[in-house]
């Protein structure tokens, strides 16, 4: 997941905070429900496709959060591109599909079929981003605008349609929205987080809080 950049976008276009959020309901995209077995599923099979000996262990909370975050974002990437007609090149999703495949023969078979499904998702909704902003670039005389260029006028364009469109975007209190509607981005005083050391260590302060974790709050490494 580009998570850096995935929730810069989703900061801005989040416009509630946990409003209409139903029982089995991480978030709603406008008319679209993300049901929390979905995020499970996929920050599981996550966690088994990244992990790697040695590798620190990652709360799984914020593994969780993150899902949630790129979970929204693919939605409005995809009602976008239906909307705007947008079509991709199928060759690059082939070629990413192909690298991803191949890594998640790691993740138990009962989570790689729904995980590869949600992956694929996601790519599309990555790359039809990136292909509204060539085209627009495209149409303002830019001839061969680089990657970076297209991915960031595509994320304006998207901006725009979602105000433009009015569409509300609510994440359930559970996943620790902060102000702006990100997931994990709030204080955790309506979440899982309850300490002050767990506070803290959501914004990774506290390194060592993930390793006083119990192993099923955690994502690592299998032990030897």
């Known amino acids: ?95 990413a599909m192909n690298t991803v495949s191949e890594r998640a023969a790691q993740i138990s078979p009962e989570l790689r079929g729904a995980f590869l499904d949600d992956v694929r998702r996601i790519v599309i909704g990555e790359l039809s981003q990136r292909a509204a902003g060539l085209a627009s670039l495209q149409k303002m005389g830019i001839a061969n605008p680089t990657t970076d260029q297209a991915n960031t006028e595509g994320a304006q364009l998207l901006q725009k349609w979602v105000k433009e469109q009015g569409i509300k975007v609510s994440v359930d209190p559970r996943y620790n929205p902060g102000p702006n509607g990100q997931a994990g981005g709030g204080d955790g005083s309506i979440s899982r987080r309850v300490s002050a050391f767990a506070k803290d260590s959501a914004e990774a302060s506290k390194p060592a809080y993930a390793e006083s974790l119990p192993a099923s709050q955690v994502c690592a490494s299998p032990k030897s």
């Open 1 to 95: 997941m580009k998570t850096v950049r995935v929730l810069a976008v989703v900061a801005a276009l989040v416009l509630l905070g946990g409003c209409g959020i139903h029982p089995g309901a991480a978030a709603k995209v406008g008319d679209a429900t993300i049901s929390t077995a979905k995020i499970d599923t996929f920050a599981d099979g996550f966690c088994q496709f990244t992990t790697q000996p040695g590798q620190p262990p990652i709360p799984r909370a914020k593994l969780v959060d993150q899902t949630v975050n790129q979970m929204v974002i693919t939605e409005l990437q995809t009602q976008f591109a239906k909307a705007q007609g947008v079509t991709i090149d199928r060759k690059e999703l082939d070629v």
